[in-house]
Structure formats: C-alpha cells, structure tokens
C-alpha cells in the first residue's frame, strides 16, 4: 500500500493525543516532531515539511475551537486540514475545450508510464463521457513505442494515428490533428518522446509540439516511486512547457509518498489523475482530502 510507514508513524504520533481532555505545548511539539521526521523519511520536500509543521503548529496552539471535538481530536482534524492542503485542497479535472477536440498533450521522462496513461486516459474518457477520441503516436525515439500505443488502441478499439518512426514529431502530430478534425474525435491524446533525462533537443522538440498543438492539458506523467526526484523532474519540464496538471503513476508500488506529497507544494501544478498498476483500467481521479484520510487512517 502506499504510504505505508508514512501512515502508521503519523497515526502513532497523534495516538497518545487522540483521548486527552487537555493538550500542552508540548505535547504539541512532540507530536509535530514526530510528524516531520515521519514526512522527511517519505521524502517530502523539505520546504514543504517546514511550512506544515509550522501551520500545524500555529493552528494547534492558537486553541482553534472546533465544536465538541476534544483538543486531541482538534489537532488529528488540523493535520488533516493541512494535509488535504498541502496536495491541493479540492480535486482538479481537465481542461476542456469550447469545441472539439478537447487536446492532451502527455509528456514525461522514459519509463514513467506515458503511453501506458496515454491508452488509460482515452479509455477513463470512453468510460465517463463516452468520448471518441484518438491517440497519436508521436513518441518516435522509444523503439517500440507507436507499436506499443497501437496495440493499447486495438485493446480499446480506440483509433491510433501513427507515421512510424521515421516522420518528425511535429509532422505527426499535424497531421493526426487533420485526421480528427475530419474524424470529428472529441478527445485527441498526444503520446511524446521521453529520455532517461531532460534535455535540450528533447524539450525543443515538445515545444514544437506544444506549439503546433495548442493543447488545452500538458499532462506530465511522473513516477510516483522516484519521490523527490519526481519534484524536480517536474520542475524542469514545468519551466520549458507549462504543464497543466500531473499524473502519478505506478503509487501502486510507492510505499512512501513523497512525490504525492511534494508535487503541489513545490510546482503549483495539481495532481489530476494517478496509476496504481499496469492495467488500462487502473487510472484515478485524484482526490486531495480522500488520500489525506487514507494517510491517518
Ligand atoms: P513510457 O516510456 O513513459 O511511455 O512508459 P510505459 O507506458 O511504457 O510504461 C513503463 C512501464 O511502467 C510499463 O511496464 C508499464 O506497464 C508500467 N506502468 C505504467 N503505469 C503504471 C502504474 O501505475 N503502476 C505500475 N505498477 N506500473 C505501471
């Protein structure tokens, strides 16, 4: 389960305070330090640790009167507040477009899971809106990449439109948009080329693509096991691209949690979907307070 030693620890630390009729600074600040070293070995961004420590312990000190919670249970509810808080507060969709089709650019590092989301997001879209949509293969450096999009599409019986390998990105993807538009697909998802890291040619050639597209969602696709590395891999992209949103996938395997945790905090940019295995059904909507709950259980 993800975040597992991070749940348990948090759900230690607050255990003593859950049934105390009075709650001294102290115990609040036993309790927060706990907390801190709980979130750090997630590998939570220190920056992010320090701002909700310090809100937590503002809040819990400045005697917040909530109802007919005892003080133990006030402090839980607070840092459950700022947990929710800390991953984005409310849950955030796609960017739709006022007319068809509504555009998803995917981009990511090699590996992370992007054509694997690619195939899972057309079929979440057939699911919930029953939408046509269609995928181009853009992503022209992963051998067997295109295959593999082709075969996720023939899975979904989801059209794929792809020149190969030997096209330009940027002429592929102009011309799959002309195959949309004709096709009248509502949904048009992008899979990029991605490389073990980020680099100049890499992030020229997005931009092209960026440019060309007018995408409507830049989903940067993130391997939730990379933790903090994930953080700054975001960073990056963030700073040539403009992404719109994230999503995080292979949690599934993530026992920490600190890309889950860090992601908003440090690049503004919402989570919107995460993948918990490798099935084309396993992608979710993310939901900032549900998987705070999850976290102190
Ligand atoms: P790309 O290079 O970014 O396009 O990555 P792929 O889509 O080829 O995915 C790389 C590997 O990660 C494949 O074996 C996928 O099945 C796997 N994968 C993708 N998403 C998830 C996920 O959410 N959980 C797990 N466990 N595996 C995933």
Known sequence: MAFENLS?????????LRRKGKITQDDVNEATREIRLALLEA?????????????VKTRALGQ??????????????????ELTKMMGETAVGLNKSPHIPTIIMMVGLQGTGKTTTAGKLANHLMKTEHARPLL????????????????????LSVPVYDEGTSATAETIVTNGLQVAEQNKN?????????RLEIDEQLMTELKNVKQIAHPDNILLVIDAMTGQVATQVAEGFDQSLD????????????????????IRAVTGKPIIFTG?????TDLDNFYPDRMANRILG
């Open 8 to 16: 348990t620890r948090i759900q230690t630390a607050l255990s003593g």
């Open 43 to 55: 590998d939570v961004n220190f920056k992010v640790v320090k701002d909700f420590v310090s809100a």
């Open 64 to 81: 917040e009167v909530m109802g007919s919670l005892t003080p133990g249970q006030q402090i839980i509810k607070i840092v459950d507040e």
């Open 136 to 155: 181009i293969a853009a992503d022209i450096y992963r051998p067997a990449a295109v295959d593999q999009l082709k075969v996720i599409g023939e899975q």
């Open 186 to 194: 509502d949904y048009v998802i992008i899979d990029t080329a991605g």
């Open 243 to 262: 992404v719109t949103g994230v999503v995080l996938t292979k949690l599934d395997g993530d026992t920490r949690g600190g890309a889950a945790l860090s």
């Open 276 to 280: 918990k295995g490798e099935k084309l």
